[in-house]
């Protein structure tokens, strides 16, 4: 008879440390935020999510206004050719990109008070303006998508948060 045995004692001290990994995963979270916020500041350079398409192009309207720039109340100058939704440079939406963590959650976002809404409809696309009239196409940023009424991250974000699980598990998480 062929036989393999195991002593516990052997595997005793590699599966407490293991354990200690797990129970404190502030790493694991402060690598997820970052990892995606990487990946949203990767779509503002790309024009949209890698691996989910590029964005809608900007209606003929909106480069209008953006090649001869906006005056009045709140004037721009012209920014156009140039990024979709970086008007303004960086400062704008894509320099609202934030993220933050504690020992058990991850957050990633962008927009804060008067910029949330903004943000929001650029996500998901929407009506907007005066009366609602303008149809806004979704450029979403965010490494989110929806599924039926729900969220779900993209292939790209639960790659990546797979293998910082697995980086926590095997010890290779700094």
């Known amino acids: 008879m062929l036989e393999i045995k195991l002593d516990t004692n052997q595997a005793l001290p590699e599966l407490q440390a293991l354990q200690r990994r797990i129970s404190h995963p502030s790493r694991l979270m402060a690598g997820i935020a970052k990892s995606l916020e990487s990946q ?14 590029k964005w809608a192009a900007l209606s003929v309207r909106t480069i209008a206004e953006r090649t001869r720039g906006r005056r009045g109340k709140n004037p721009e100058p012209a920014s156009w050719p140039g990024a979709i939704l970086n008007r303004s440079g960086g400062r704008g939406l894509v320099g609202s990109l934030m993220s933050a963590s504690s020992a058990t959650t991850a957050t990633v976002g962008a927009g804060s008070a008067k910029s949330a809404a903004y943000a929001a409809i650029h996500q998901f696309g929407g009506k907007a303006g005066r009366s609602h009239r303008v149809t806004i196409p979704a450029r979403p940023y965010l490494p989110m998508r929806m599924k039926g009424s729900d969220l779900e991250l993209t292939p790209k974000a639960s790659a990546s948060i797979l293998g910082l699980m697995r980086d926590l598990v095997e010890g290779k998480l700094g």
């Open 40 to 53: 949203a500041q990767q779509a503002f350079q790309d024009q949209g999510l890698q691996g989910e398409g």
